[in-house]
């Protein structure tokens, strides 16, 4: 049994003027287990942060910890020096576990590089106290490819490690990949529902954003319907006002309660939601109310509303647009064509607000399923889609992709090559990609075509 190790920690302690009774009540072992590892008769302990602990005991250098760790059998730390008060347990917790994963076997690169990339990701997360927002490109990707891990159901990670992730992301203040969490809620909810509600009740009450407001709380509602029918208890906390709500997480809540469809529940809620109405927009809330209501039972009257005031305020169109895919069972051609006059142009730009059309890449699975009877209409809305300027609406459609290609695969490559293959949006290109090789036995031409042309597009936008 080698000796070094005993020999270096006899040195290093009474270099330090310490008994081994001493060093053996600092570290909380036997006086007789420091005997024996000074005399050879142990071995060596196998654990980074022991040594770590023995060496801040012995006020080691990083130079002699890594001699230690070296007569343990144990790979060097590669830095040389860390800041005393960033010298804690969690910290060498972490590098004993970085450390420990290089030297696993059956650990390749790329599942280490996951694990490092996912760390600084949340260091960068935290990172916004700059003046200049941080480039979030590569975290935003990083985010998209968590996501896609849990809501695919891959196990390679491990969902728990994943979610925790995001669950850090979620407390921080990168607002951005906050977002994308709470977009991807509804997929997270059938993926793993008790890990999803809690990021729910995380982002449910996330500050407002100063330019974009309550758009992560307006999200969470909004995947409000899928918990209930997984977790109807749960439910109701998330759908009441909380403070810092604004009128557009009034509406997601008030059209929440009518999807979901329970009585007592909308009874219980609904005239509390509305007692938080700003007295300049409660005439258009309940204006909403009514609409919500019409568009399920008395689609004529409904119809008649929605011509009186689609030249209303921005907030009243979008209610109006909030409503329209109620409507596609009972009146498709009329709630069809009101999609296409709300997605239209003027000068070559939308002529509606980013808010006004972003409502309608919500109805695209409804939108799908009226395609056989209403095709040119239908088609001619998510083609509008497709070239949205908002990233967001494209993003939607990129994810209804493979129930696109089900039903209408044509179609589905049709918008492939004239839309997304070029878009400039990574989230948009990668599901694209993705989707592509269950287009290849049905067109192999055009799918080997398109394969180029999305690679090619990658290293325009890299380059």
Known sequence: ??????????????????????????????????????????????????????AAILQLTQEETNALLAAAGLEPVLFTHIPAEADTPRLRRIIEGLVALHRAPGIDDAQIAFVEDAILLLLDSFSVARRTPPDTSFSEELVDDLLSAVITGSTEYGQD?????????????????????????????????????????????????????????????????????????????????????????????????????DERL?????????????????????????????????????????????GGDRLTRTCITRCLACLLP???????????????????????????????????????????????????????LAQDEDVHIRRALSDILPALIQSHPRLALDLIRSYLIHDPDHYVRERTGKILPRLATLYPDEVRESCLALLRQGKKLSG
Not at 15 to 37: C, F, M, V, W
Not at 270 to 297: C, D, G, M, P
Not at 343 to 357: D, K, M, S
Request: charged fraction near 30%; charge should be neutral; proline fraction near 6%.
């Open 1 to 54: 049994m080698s000796t070094r190790f005993g020999e270096l920690l006899r040195e290093y302690r009474r270099r330090a003027r310490l008994s081994q009774k001493d060093l053996a009540e600092r570290t909380g072992y036997h006086p007789s287990y420091i005997n024996r590892l000074e005399r050879g008769r142990r071995m060596p302990p196998r654990q980074y942060g022991t040594i770590q602990d023995l």
């Open 266 to 310: 909308q009874a219980e809620l609904e005239s509390e939601l509305l007692s938080h109405v700003s007295s300049e927009q409660q005439n258009i809330v309940e204006f909403y109310v009514k609409l919500l209501e019409a568009t399920r039972t008395r689609p004529d009257e409904a119809l008649s509303m929605i011509e009186s005031a689609k």
């Open 330 to 384: 009972t009146r498709p051609a009329e709630a069809l064509g009101y999609m296409r006059f709300f997605l239209r142009r003027e000068g070559g730009v939308p002529a509606e607000h980013q808010n006004v059309r972003r409502p309608l890449s919500r109805d695209l699975p409804q939108i799908i399923a009226v395609l056989d009877g209403y095709h040119a209409q239908a088609e001619e809305v998510i083609r509008e």
């Open 161 to 261: 490690n994943l979610l925790t992730v995001l669950e850090e992301i979620a407390r921080g203040d990168a607002w951005e990949l906050k977002r994308r969490i709470a977009e991807a809620l509804p997929g997270l909810l059938k993926a793993n529902p008790s890990r999803a509600l809690s990021l729910m009740h995380i982002l449910r009450t996330d500050p407002p954003h100063p330019e974009w407001r309550t758009d992560i709380r307006r999200r969470v509602i909004e995947a409000t319907p899928v918990l209930y029918k997984l977790n109807p208890e749960a439910t109701p906390s998330l759908l009441r006002w909380h403070e810092g709500d604004e009128v557009y997480a009034i509406l997601a809540a008030l059209e929440a309660l009518d999807t979901i469809g």
